[in-house]
């Protein structure tokens, strides 16, 4: 935390020092303007030389002045963001609010974990996680916490994770240049899109009569001040007119071309600069050295032509202004040069922007996992095996405070399915998810809230917090029973880690016991490794039959002095007290 707080005080400090300057070049264009409008009345009755020079120096000053604010604004902007990114860290270091997105966007209840481990919306891992500022990031985050990466990238990630841990001032730089610019969907599909689109072809008569036009126009204007005959005059109006003819006869290829043209360049211009300072960076990490190396095109810096492309962009956003567009056009049929430009970029660079935009949105969510990494130094990263082997020492979950938080040790090895029980309130679900999150942290490359593990990374299948689908007119347990039949079918095909959570709530007692049981004995002899939780004790009894697969765990609750006292602390065997009547005769219930 205290690395935040230097920074914060830091970067206080140096946007009071900009906003100064900001100030001040404010006041001096101010007072170059007054310089320039005194000068030019002083000198239209007199020509005095020296009303002419201050004239001169006021404009040429003003100008340059305009220049260095567009700097000091783009340096006040990109300040800003660095000390917002510090206070947002301490305000969520310290628990007083999580000002991140959290992903509800990307809510799945038909996903197999997702929505029971809370992975998306308030108080979620995503929300936890996300130090994302442009939607692909984002997406990209989101695609890694819903699947599971092979072994081999996992490592590679790992590898990756922890070197950018490290680089705490480059990941807040990346953060800040993402942050300085909006960013959204609709930017991001139009980029993609206009990218897809092959280039419209313009026609060699037109290209050729594109650079003939504009030197037959000022030749001509040119001969008519040199030699002052009207008839040089005409022939200029002439061609001015021809050339907006020309124009607008390639208007409408260049509209739908150049359609929300002045949204894009803002992306582009955004996503320039990230590309720039991952290009300056230097890593050793296999990975990030290889996602590095995406943004290689034949030795071309990729940078400085997004950079180009931003440019293209903007010169042919000046289409909006129309009397400048009738002036440059029918001069020097600018736009058209322009377009050509653009569409020689188009055919060569096109097809790379999605690699390049997937560059980008793998480092932020990488950065994502390392900023998690940095501010938890204790959490561990998994060893990974190819045994379906499953042992996690001090495992507890990731968003509950470490003051609070307690860890269990775990093992799925002699016995690769747990039977588990407590009362209400003891902490089975909470011990469920735990298990559940890390295994989908463990699957992304990151480090996992215990001091060390033994992973096989594998599919997460969860049935814990189903709900009612009035839009389907499917009932709480329908639904559940379709989840359970997908989870079953995946079992048919490989090994997976299975999470349920006191299944079959809506039916009788003896139904759900006999259901239970029968999904106990389906998923063990599909070979599922995992947990569930029940109340029926008598659903523990199927241990009996499966010693050597099976295992009792539980959650016991104590009762001191008239109170209920709940250690959380994960036991062998099957649960003993009993807390729902104690509770109820304690409220005057019963």
């Not at 409008?37 to 005095?48: A, D, G, N």
């Not at 293209?312 to 058209?336: E, T």
């Amino acid at each position: 935390m205290q690395a935040y707080v230097a920074l914060q005080e830091k970067y206080s400090i140096s946007l009071t020092k900009i906003n100064k300057e900001y100030n001040l070049i404010s006041t001096l264009r101010l007072l170059m303007a007054l310089v320039f409008v005194t000068s030019l009345v002083l000198y239209v009755p007199s020509e005095s030389t020296p009303a002419l020079i201050c004239m001169l120096f006021s404009f040429v000053a003003f100008f340059v002045l305009i220049k260095i604010h567009q700097k000091l604004v783009w340096k006040k902007n990109l300040t800003k963001a660095l000390l917002s990114i510090n206070e947002e860290e301490l305000a969520f270091l310290r628990r007083e609010t999580n000002p991140f997105a959290d992903g509800s966007e990307f809510v799945d209840h038909s996903h197999g974990y997702s929505y029971d481990l809370d992975i998306y919306g308030k108080n979620s891992l995503f929300q936890y996680l996300n130090r994302t500022a442009t939607f692909m990031g984002k997406t990209k985050l989101s695609e890694r916490l819903n699947a599971i990466l092979p072994n081999a990238l996992i490592k590679a990630n790992q590898e990756a994770i922890q070197e950018l841990s490290q680089k705490l001032a480059w990941r807040q730089d990346v953060l800040a240049l993402s942050k300085v610019s909006s960013d959204g969907q609709e930017d991001f599909e139009l980029l993609v899109k206009w990218a897809s689109m092959p280039a419209p072809a313009i026609s060699m008569v037109t290209l050729l009569f594109s650079y003939i036009s504009p030197i037959l126009f000022f030749a001509s204007l040119g001969a008519y001040w040199a030699i002052d005959e009207g008839i040089w005059g005409q022939i200029s109006i002439l061609i001015f007119v021809v050339n907006l003819l020309v124009f607008t006869s390639q208007l409408k290829t260049i509209k739908k071309e150049m359609n929300s043209s002045s949204k894009i360049h803002g992306a582009i211009k955004k996503y320039s600069r990230i590309i720039e300072s991952i290009e300056n960076e230097k890593f050793h990490s296999s990975r990030l050295h290889k996602l590095k190396q995406s943004l290689s095109h034949n030795e071309v810096q990729v940078s400085k032509q997004v950079q180009k492309l931003a440019a293209l962009f903007h010169r042919m956003d000046s289409l909006h202004n129309a009397l400048g567009a009738i002036f440059s056009n029918g001069f020097l049929l600018y736009h058209i040069h322009v377009f050509r430009t653009l569409n020689t970029w188009k055919k060569e660079y096109a097809s790379h922007i999605p690699t390049w935009l997937d560059v980008i949105a793998e480092f932020e969510a990488l950065n994502s996992f390392a900023n998690f990494s940095y501010n938890n130094p204790s959490f561990a990263f998994p060893k990974l095996n190819e045994q379906h082997l499953i042992e996690l020492e001090d495992v507890g979950h990731p968003l509950i405070k470490a003051e609070t938080r307690v860890n269990n040790s775990i093992s799925f090895d002699q016995h690769r399915f747990i039977i588990l029980t407590g009362s209400n309130m003891s902490g089975k679900s909470t011990f469920l998810r735990t298990l559940g999150v890390n295994m989908v942290l463990a699957g992304t490359g990151a480090p996992i809230c215990a001091s060390s593990a033994n992973i096989h990374p594998m599919e997460v299948l969860v049935s814990m917090r189903l709900s009612d689908s009035l839009e389907e007119s499917e009932s709480y347990f329908f639904a559940e029973v379709k989840r359970l039949k997908e989870i079953m079918e995946r079992l048919d095909f490989k090994t997976c880690f299975v999470l349920l959570d006191e299944i079959l709530r809506g039916t009788n007692s003896d139904d759900k016991r006999s259901g239970t049981i029968g999904v106990i004995q389906k998923m063990i002899s599909n070979k599922a490794i995992g947990a569930i939780a029940t109340h029926d004790l008598e659903v523990c009894l199927t241990t009996q039959k499966h010693a050597n697969i099976l295992r009792n765990m539980c959650f016991e609750v104590e009762i001191v002095n008239d109170d209920l006292i709940f250690d959380y602390k994960l036991r062998s065997g099957i649960c003993q007290n009993k807390s729902a009547t104690f509770l109820m005769k304690k409220m005057g219930i019963i």
